[in-house]
Nanobody, 125 residues
Framework: VQLQASGGGLVQAGDSLRLSCAPSGRTFSSRNMGWFRQAPGKEREFVAA????????YYADSAKGRITISGDKAENTVYLQMNNLKPEDTAVYYC???????????????????WGQGTQVTVSS
């Protein structure tokens, strides 16, 4: 299973972007889907996730109030609406899907077994 992330680009501080992530290849069933990001020289970090059962969403502190995750469970498609972007949001954004895992680890990359190739988001000041 491959996840295809798209929607990144070069924007100015204060602008908005909407990232999309959809699977290609064979169908699969996910329990959670999420977004992570990795800035140059830094470790990959959690941004947001959605647990399909109950539709619960989870956010990193840096994302709260500016970033919203949504999606379609039937299509295993997830979106990341990012508003009021800041230069520190510059990173490669990766989407991920988990076919299992426990809720307490939904913010951990190791909980996800399918990953997309990443889409670059660059925010200029």
């Amino acid at each position: 299973v491959q996840l295809q992330a798209s929607g990144g680009g070069l924007v100015q501080a204060g602008d908005s972007l909407r990232l999309s992530c959809a699977p290609s290849g064979r169908t699969f069933s996910s329990r959670n889907m999420g977004w992570f990001r990795q800035a140059p020289g830094k470790e990959r970090e959690f941004v947001a996730a959605i647990r399909w059962i109950g539709g619960h969403t989870y956010y990193a502190d840096s994302a709260k109030g500016r970033i919203t995750i949504s999606g379609d469970k039937a299509e295993n498609t997830v979106y990341l609406q990012m508003n009021n972007l800041k230069p520190e949001d510059t990173a490669v954004y990766y989407c991920a899907a988990s076919s299992g895992g426990i809720t307490s680890e939904i913010r951990l990359a190791r909980s996800y077994n399918y990953w997309g190739q990443g889409t670059q988001v660059t925010v200029s000041s």
